[in-house]
């Protein structure tokens, strides 16, 4: 919905020629071990996650520097001063 709302094509939806990033976890382990005290902790809890179909973490583990992700542009570009 939220790529719908801002008009962003190709994006939203797990359909043929779309763009989709996908996060498989399990809600009950999912968790955030960053503290003001230790802000670079990594979350725990994710098994994989694909950006734009490409699997960036398996199994919990980084797939080897696979960085698929790419720059978005919505309707509010070049609105701003």
Do not use: W
């Not at 503290?35 to 797939?63: C, I, W």
């Amino acid at each position: 919905m939220p790529a719908a709302n801002l008009g962003i094509k190709d994006r939203g939806a797990l359909k043929p020629g779309y763009h989709a990033d996908v996060v498989v976890f399990d809600p009950a382990t999912i968790g955030d071990r960053a503290t003001f005290e230790k802000p670079h902790q990594y979350s725990v809890g994710m098994r994989d996650v694909f950006v734009n179909g490409v699997a960036v973490l398996k199994n919990g583990e980084h797939s080897g520097g696979a960085r698929p992700g790419r720059f978005v542009q919505g309707q509010g570009r070049g609105r701003c001063p």
